[in-house]
């Protein structure tokens, strides 16, 4: 049984055989704080990890102190990032909503400018003979350079390919 911690890993069975007293061998003094941080979050009284780890008791509770320490420092840091994260999110959406908004009320400008020519709506300003003048102005005018004509051939072009 292995579980993780601010420290690492650490295998909790030969710590718990140790606690119902086998003799088994010690754990490594690199493994001590993942131990430590494992047996606290199992509610492991400090005299027991003391037992476990073949230290005194003033050892443990040191460790022990040490250890909620960091974890509640961790706990800070991660409430921190966590938030920062939110309000990046929350801010990128309301940017994306103003920019959305923008592009609307840009794009039903456009669409006004529009002009009744033949029949057809077609935009002054539109790059002519485009999928931009079709698309982004609404132009549909005609002609062997019309929007019109050129969004067709596009559209003939991209089914062709697939």
Known sequence: MTVRTL?????LVPLL???????TPGIPEWER????????????????IAAILGVSF????????????DRHRHQVIERAVV???IWVARSQARQRE???????KARAKRLAERTLVDGY?????????????????????????????AHMRAQRERRAAA
Do not use: W
């Open 7 to 11: 420290y690492g890993a650490v295998d």
């Open 17 to 23: 055989r140790r606690l119902q007293g086998e003799k």
């Open 33 to 48: 704080p993942a131990a430590v941080a494992a047996l606290t979050d199992m509610s492991i009284p400090i005299r027991d």
């Open 58 to 69: 003033s050892v443990a509770t040191a460790e022990v102190r040490a250890y909620e320490r």
């Open 83 to 85: 938030g920062h994260a």
């Open 98 to 104: 103003r920019t959305k908004a923008a592009n609307a």
């Open 121 to 149: 709506l077609v935009h002054p300003r539109a790059p002519h003979g485009t999928n931009t003048g079709y698309n982004g102005f609404g132009c549909r005018c005609r002609g062997p350079q019309g929007c019109h004509e």
